[in-house]
């Protein structure tokens, strides 16, 4: 019996050695030390546009109704490219036509482990439903066959949390046409996949603590009315945290403010939905600081993006939004403001998700809360930014400043920083 036992527990550490061989070997041939796609540049003015562009058709096949087709040339793929690899970086996405096939390259960073994982999907067209697929992930070659079985499995992790329509309903009717392709395509609506990525860099938000902020705050401003943008900050960080964490409260305060100065889409962040807000809803109450009225929609803004999808994705928001701007002949937040790139919005940009990231610090949240509940507009925007050239198009930004990644840019937002560390809450 005792030598039986022994052999049996050999096999069974022999067995456990070889699975964990097995899987080291897998994780050391699906991941890699370094990314394969290229590093593209900073979105340009032109790059933003066109992403946007891709993005409303996107956004606008939730669900797709009418039967409407996407339809993306080279400009939009790459420009989706370029902002999803700037807002998501260090992760790489590179978006291509070859010939009858759509091409796509992905590399993810994992932090925690220190490797990357590189993925590249090619799509052929024409087809009625999804189109046939070939998946590379690492090393691993997989057969259109198991490259559906893999996207199968996909969908189904992701339909436990939304609901994700099955694959020949989500991309029908694929073509490539040139330099163009085009599919009739199927999202989940709003919280769904944009939910999906919002988490993966961003702790939930308490949407309890959300909903109790706003609604306290559109009583507040139903008794005593205020365009002061400065006196909704204080009410918004007045508010009982009651028995929530008070890092929990300054997050959703931030999302509860940008729902009442700047659209109340800004729930999305908490997974709010208009029925959710009941009596408490309001009209969105225009703000002023300064005198101006685009300042707060920055500022709140900025702020909640930071809270609900991290610092980086709102600062790279910011400057794809005055990217835009200097391309258009109107201010996308208030008819009536200066268009083209602007430093004063940029650094109204800056000043809110800064503030926002000191406040949801564990070590800083008590005195950002107590600070902000008796701010000035002095501290929350320093009057000095202000003052910066505005109204610049996209041809006098290049001469001046380049690009995003040019140093005279990169200069020029250190120096906003330096003015909101030394005058501005932090």
């Given amino acids: ?23 080291v070997v897998l994780f050391f041939t699906v991941t890699s030390a370094r990314p394969w796609t290229p590093a593209p540049p900073a979105p340009s003015a032109e790059a933003v546009a066109a992403g946007r562009d891709a993005y409303r058709q996107l956004r606008d096949a939730q669900g797709n109704t009418r039967g409407v087709p996407v339809a993306l040339g080279l400009a939009q793929l790459a ?44 799509a052929d067209g024409p087809s009625q439903g999804f189109p046939r697929t070939r998946l590379k992930v690492g090393l691993w070659d997989l057969p259109p066959l198991f490259s559906r079985w893999a996207l199968q499995a996909g969908r189904w992790y992701l339909s436990r949390r939304v609901e994700v329509p ?51 705050l559109g009583n507040l401003q139903h008794k005593k009315p205020s ?3 400065a006196e909704q900050v204080r009410r918004a960080f007045s508010v009982d945290p009651e028995s929530a964490t008070r890092t929990d409260v300054n997050r959703a305060a931030f999302v509860a403010l ?27 109450v225009p703000t002023a600081i300064y005198g101006r009225q685009d300042w707060p929609k920055h500022w709140a803004l900025s702020a909640a993006i930071a809270v609900g999808a991290g610092t980086q994705l709102s600062e790279a928001a910011g ?34 998700f800064r503030i ?27 009057g000095e930014l202000v003052r910066r050239e505005e109204a610049l198009g996209n041809a006098a930004f290049v001469k001046r400043y380049g690009g995003l990644d040019d140093p005279r840019f990169k200069q020029r937002v250190r120096e906003i920083d330096t003015v909101l560390d030394g005058a501005g809450l932090h």
């Fill in 258 to 284: 940008a729902m009442l100065a700047v659209d109340e889409r800004a729930g999305d962040f908490a997974q709010l939905a208009p029925a959710d807000l009941g009596k408490c809803r309001v009209p969105v």
């Fill in 356 to 382: 926002a990231r000191a406040a949801w610090q564990p070590d800083g949240a008590d005195r950002m809360a107590a600070a902000l509940a008796h701010a000035t507009a002095e501290q929350l925007l320093p």
């Fill in 227 to 229: 365009n002061d943008f």
């Fill in 319 to 352: 400057e794809w939004k005055e990217l835009a701007d200097s391309l258009a002949r109107q201010s996308q937040f208030a008819i009536g403001d200066p268009s083209g790139f602007s430093m004063a919005d940029l650094a109204a940009d800056r000043a809110g």
């Fill in 79 to 122: 420009g989706l490219s370029a902002v999803a690899s700037h807002g998501l970086r260090p992760d790489r996405l590179a978006i291509a036509i070859q010939g009858p096939r759509v091409v796509v390259h992905a590399s993810h960073r994992m932090r925690r482990l220190g490797r990357w994982l590189n993925v590249t999907m090619i």
């Fill in 1 to 23: 019996m005792t030598n039986a036992g022994g052999r049996s527990g050999r096999r069974l550490r022999v067995a456990a050695a070889l699975l964990l061989l097995a899987a």
């Fill in 166 to 216: 099955p694959l020949d309903v989500m991309v029908r009717d694929f073509k490539v046409e040139g330099a163009t392709v085009s599919a009739l395509v199927s999202l989940p609506g709003k919280s769904g996949l944009v939910d999906e990525v919002a988490s993966a860099v961003s702790e939930p938000l308490d949407r309890t603590s959300v909903l109790r902020i706003y609604c306290a």
